[in-house]
Structure formats: C-alpha cells, structure tokens
C-alpha cells in the first residue's frame, strides 16, 4: 500500500470518531507487530474519569510498509491527536 494511500484511509477512517469533545483525550496508536509481520492502528479516546475505548482503525503487512517512522511523523502533522508507537 502506497503510503500516501494509507495516510488518505487512515485520516477517513478517524474523522468520524474525532468529535472534540470537551474533557476527551484522543490518541491513535500504532502497533507493530514485528514476528507476526503487521502493523496495526488502533484509534483510542476517553473521557477524564472513564475507561479507555479503543477501535481499531487498520491492518497492513509489515512488507508494504518502507518507512513507519516516517508515516508516524506525518501522521504526527496531519491529525491533531496523539501518535504513539508501541
């Protein structure tokens, strides 16, 4: 998957869980599971005082991937939410 797609699917995929609600915080991770051969988005919020909800955004093998680092650093620029890798 050309990263540039990713991007594009990835920034649909969270706009509609995005709602900017007062007292939220918004973070979407990024795990790579480097034995299985994936990586894989998940979109997590909550509410200050409530349990973390998570959904998960992507799934895209390892091997179409050239540059994570550089996908979380656009990514970084393009949402306004958190990015972490784990």
């Keep these: 998957m050309v990263e540039n797609?990713?991007?594009?699917?990835?920034?649909?995929?969270i706009t509609p869980l995005f709602k900017?609600?007062?007292n939220t915080v918004?973070?979407?991770?990024?795990?790579?599971?480097r034995y299985a051969g994936q990586v894989n988005f998940f979109f997590e919020w909550n509410q200050v005082g409530h349990s973390i909800i998570s959904r998960q955004i992507l799934?895209?093998?390892?091997?179409?991937?050239?540059?994570?680092?550089?996908?979380?650093?656009?990514?970084?620029?393009?949402?306004?939410?958190k990015v972490t890798l784990v």
């Design 5 to 13: 797609e990713l991007i594009t699917e990835i920034l649909k995929e």
């Design 20 to 22: 900017r609600a007062k």
């Design 26 to 33: 918004y973070e979407l991770r990024v795990v790579d599971q």
């Design 59 to 81: 799934t895209v093998p390892r091997r179409r991937m050239k540059d994570l680092e550089g996908l979380i650093t656009i990514l970084k620029l393009k949402t306004m939410v």
